[in-house]
């Protein structure tokens, strides 16, 4: 195959290419969705095994139900918490963590066999093919970072680690920018930032990124039930006992009180910097941020205040993906450059 027909190829291919990364996505979208109603149900725990492919199937018979159930209530969760529930209980919290875990099976085969079959057929040229392959290996040690974060549950307490649950929601929305990071850039070519425009658009996804993962600690902590005040918290601008526990780096993991003083205020100063690239861009990408962070804090808000009802918070969690994707889509339209040129297919008469 010449170089002529193979870029050809690529070009023609790369709707349908971008077409499956945003689907792909989208699917992430959802999964992170899931897993937040995952953890506001408290079902996290209810599934003890991880089986890769076997655990697709849930029990299709009382039998096999009364096995998952008797599992359960050998961990702390179930002799602390949740003491007495019936079979049927125990199903409720069982499917979401199923769901949970099933849609991450259809995500991995979603993105490898499109994946497969474009690199086979020459619809991706060298250096996304190469990015798409790293993306679908940590997409691999996503799904075992979850297990790991399941695991810190079972033994000795009666949740999973907010360190674990931090880092399990920061890599699936890392994965989720850099699949719109890939899709959007398509066809194009783009440069390392110049500006100070630039700069900042990147320091603001990096934000957008350390807020969701801050976000993380606060649903770790379950932080949103307590303290349900706004615009003052525990009434006061800064409240005391933000550094009550020693040492003193321990508050910004471990304390409730300072894990959400401190997602907050990020929130406040991400709304300052958006605000001032809108106003100094003034393009449709930085308007449509600050209309989706301004859209975030009033669901944050909102949220807090109503102490975290499943719909809410799940919308909340929704409306952080889709600042973090304005945010990359802002990045993209900053640092995108002309068009890849494309060789026409020439054919031999």
Request: proline residues 3%.
């Amino acid at each position: 195959m010449t170089a002529e027909t193979l870029n050809f190829r690529q070009t023609a291919a790369t709707p349908y290419v971008r077409a499956w990364l945003f689907g792909v996505a989208a699917l992430i979208f959802c999964m992170v969705i899931v897993g937040g109603a995952t953890r506001l149900t408290d079902s996290g725990l209810s599934i003890t095994e991880w089986k890769p492919l076997l655990g697709a199937i849930p029990p299709m018979t009382e039998a096999q139900w009364l096995d998952a159930f008797r599992k359960y209530q050998q961990i702390p969760e179930y002799h602390l918490v949740n003491k007495g529930m019936s079979l049927a209980e125990f199903e409720f919290i069982y499917w979401w963590e199923w769901s949970h875990r099933f849609l991450g099976r259809v995500i991995g085969l979603a993105f490898f066999l499109p994946f497969a079959y474009f690199a086979v057929t020459g619809a991706l040229n060298r250096s996304t093919a190469i990015r798409c392959g790293i993306l679908f290996i940590l997409g691999g040690l996503q799904g075992a970072l979850g297990w790991y974060m399941v695991a810190s549950g079972l033994v000795g307490r009666v949740d999973v680690s907010q360190y674990r649950l931090a880092a399990h929601l920061s890599l699936a929305t890392f994965i989720y920018g850099a699949i719109l990071w890939v899709g959007f850039g398509l066809g194009r070519k783009r440069h390392v930032p110049e500006t100070g425009g630039q700069w900042l658009a990147l320091l603001i996804a990096a934000l957008v990124l350390l807020q969701i993962a801050a976000g993380g600690f606060v649903a770790g902590l379950d932080a949103g039930f307590g303290y349900n005040s706004w615009p003052l918290i525990d009434g006061a601008v800064v409240p005391k006992g933000l550094f009550a526990a020693e040492p003193w780096w321990r508050n910004l993991f471990e304390n409730a009180l300072t894990v959400q003083f401190n997602h907050r205020n990020l929130a406040y100063v991400i709304f300052l910097l958006v605000a001032a690239q809108a106003y100094a861009a003034r393009s449709r990408a930085s308007l449509l941020l600050l209309l989706a962070v301004l859209a975030q804090i009033a669901l944050g808000v909102w949220t807090l205040l109503w102490a975290v009802p499943l719909w809410l918070g799940l919308a909340h969690q929704g409306g952080a993906m889709v600042v973090f994707a304005a945010a990359i889509w802002n990045l993209h339209t900053m640092l995108k450059g002309e068009r890849v040129p494309v060789l026409r297919e020439v054919r031999v008469q």
